[in-house]
Every structure is written in structure tokens, then in C-alpha cells.
């Protein structure tokens, strides 16, 4: 923006100069002949090619003549200079491009329960497309701007703040007052410490999931207020391990997180303070009247967790459901349990 107003700008004040300076010199060399207006009438007139005609008398003014040969020279070169500023932010889409970021602005500032993610490089990127696949608002930040760009280009509609997500005032733009969660994904260990030190300090009640690279990173990421750390060394690890001993296992999780038309999710609903379903049993809430998911677990308050329970689990405040089962029968169960 600062750069289409500073064309803008430049283009915009040699024009008016070349406009002044023309209508001045002409008013002079007139000897009070001519009035201001028709000076400017006849240095717009000129500069503009329209030529409607001289000035009364000016055919007998040799100077006024031969300065008027030097002002269609002159504006010529600055008219179109204006122009070429004026049709390249109208041809190469800057003016468009100004109204998409205030649209995306817009809507970012609407945002809210959204998940911030900071940093789309190698990991951030494949968090974003999950985000997206499973419709979970979101906005992304990242320092490289080209990046971005190319980015934005794979996923139209991209929610992203440019800037360095370890700053304050760019937090705040991606709205962490009202967001839920941070997932700090960069790529160097001390940078998540520090988003995650400045995101809890701006919003406590954050949830925030850390990226660790080095081993000796997570400690710190948990002192700092990181509620999980994610070891992407440990957890490659850990997949190639799979891949040889259980891989139609892995094959059947690849199925559901990578593939962008597959309905099967593994996904979680939260039984909150009010719910119709508080206080009551698996059995007397007839869940599978209501939704066709299969219940994997039940975790309760003191992060016990209940493996296939069955008809007399009870469903406290701040149970969590862990289920299986496509995106739409999800949806029903979510909305099953929150209702009052």
C-alpha cells in the first residue's frame, strides 16, 4: 500500500507542479491580458492535447507561442507518465490486490475461537491444510511474503498476517485476543519459546501446541506455557517404525488425514456445563440413534481415559468423547452434545 501510494504520489505531484508552472508563466508573459482561469484553461487544454485554441492575442505573442510548444513537450512526457502509474495499478492488479488484503483483513478481524498457526514452512504448511480440510478457522503468519504468495496461490482464500510471528503487534493483527489456540510451528526452537512466551502473556487462556526440533527444546517450551510439544524428530521416528511393523494401520490413518475427499476423521466432542447429555450414561444418551460414529474412548476430567466403554459410562461436564466416523455424522454428534 505504501508503495502504490508513493507512485501515486510522485505521478500526482509532477502533474500539478507542470500545471502551476504553466499556468503561471503564462499569466506572466500575458502582462495582465489573460486571467488566471484562462492561464490554467489553456495549460490544461495543452497539456491534455484537446487544443481547443489560442488565447486572445496570443498569435502576436511570439514568447507566449514558444513557451506553449515547450508546455505540450513538457506535459506530454508527464501525462503520460500519470497515465502508465494510473493503468498499472489497474492492469497489474495492484488496486485489486489492496482490496483483496482489506477483504482478508476484514475477515480476520471477524474471526473468532480460530487457530493461529505461526510459521508455514515444512510443518506449518501440513497443519494449514488440515485446518482447512477439517473447516476449523484459522490465520496463518510467516516472515516470507513470497511464500505466502505461492501459498495462497495452492490454497485460494488463505487467511495469513505477513510478519514475524514472534512480535507482538503481528500477533494481535492475526487476532490472538480472540483466538483459542497457537500452533507454533518454526523452524528454530528458540523462536517457538519466544511466540509461545508472547502468546501466553497476551491471552492466558490460550491453547498452545509447540513444535520442538532439538529434544532439549521441550522442557523449556512447557516452562515457557506450551500445553503440548510435538517432537517432529520423535514423531518421524515413530511413522517409519509403523510403516514396518503395522502398515495397514498407517495406510488407514493416511486414508483419513491425507486424503482431502475422505470423510472418515477421527475427531473429539466435549460435553460442556449445561449439556443435556451431562450426568447421563452412553446408554441413556442413544447417541447412535442420533449420529453413526463409533466411540473409541472417553476421556474424563482427570485425563483418565475409558477405552471402548460401554453402555454404563457416565458422561460428566468436560468429558470428551473420542470417535470415529465420516464428517457430517460428527457434525450431529457435536451438535447432540452441546445442546441443552
Excluded at 500545471?19 to 503564462?26: E, K, P, Q, Y
Excluded at 503487534?169 to 480472540?178: K, N, P
Amino acid at each position: 500500500m505504501r508503495e502504490i501510494a508513493r507512485r501515486l504520489s510522485v505521478a500526482s505531484t509532477l502533474l500539478v507542479f507542470v500545471v502551476l508552472l504553466g499556468s503561471s508563466v503564462i499569466h506572466a508573459l500575458g502582462h495582465g491580458r489573460w486571467t488566471w482561469f484562462q492561464s490554467l484553461f489553456h495549460t490544461v487544454i495543452t497539456l491534455s492535447t484537446v487544443g481547443y485554441g489560442e488565447l486572445p492575442g496570443m498569435e502576436h505573442d511570439p514568447l507566449a507561442r514558444a513557451f506553449s510548444l515547450a508546455l505540450i513537450v513538457l506535459g506530454a512526457g508527464t501525462m503520460v507518465y500519470f497515465a502508465s502509474v494510473v493503468t498499472a495499478l489497474l492492469v497489474e492488479g495492484e488496486l485489486r490486490e489492496l482490496l483483496r488484503k482489506n477483504r482478508m483483513k476484514k475477515g480476520i478481524d471477524s474471526l473468532e475461537g480460530h487457530i493461529i498457526v505461526c510459521g508455514v514452512g515444512r510443518t506449518g504448511h501440513h497443519v494449514v491444510k488440515e485446518l482447512i480440510a477439517t473447516k476449523t478457522p484459522y490465520v496463518c503468519i510467516d516472515a516470507d511474503a513470497e511464500k505466502m504468495a505461492q501459498f495462497r496461490e495452492e490454497m485460494p482464500g488463505l487467511a495469513y498476517v505477513v510478519g514475524d510471528a514472534t512480535e507482538d503487534e503481528v500477533l494481535l493483527a492475526a487476532g490472538i485476543a480472540r483466538a483459542r489456540g497457537v500452533v507454533a510451528a518454526l523452524s528454530d526452537d528458540r523462536d517457538n519459546l519466544y511466540v509461545t512466551l508472547t502468546a501466553r502473556s497476551l491471552n492466558p487462556a490460550l491453547r498452545i501446541i509447540a513444535k520442538a526440533v532439538e529434544a532439549t527444546a521441550e522442557p523449556k517450551l512447557r516452562k515457557a506455557g506450551a500445553d503440548k510439544v510435538v517432537s517432529t524428530n520423535m514423531i518421524g521416528g515413530l511413522r517409519l517404525a509403523s510403516e514396518m511393523i503395522r502398515p495397514n494401520v498407517t495406510e488407514f490413518l493416511d486414508i483419513m488425514l491425507r486424503d482431502p475427499q475422505h470423510v472418515l476423521r477421527i475427531e473429539e466432542a466435549t460435553v460442556p456445563e449445561g449439556s443435556a447429555l451431562a450426568g447421563k450414561t452412553l446408554g441413556e444418551c442413544q447417541l447412535r440413534k442420533v449420529c453413526d460414529v463409533l466411540i473409541i474412548a472417553v476421556r474424563a476430567r482427570d485425563n483418565t481415559h475409558k477405552f471402548n466403554p460401554g453402555a454404563e459410562q457416565k458422561l460428566d461436564p468436560g468429558s470428551t468423547l473420542i470417535v470415529l466416523g465420516e464428517r457430517s455424522e460428527i457434525a450431529r454428534l457435536r451438535a447432540r452434545v452441546e445442546a441443552t
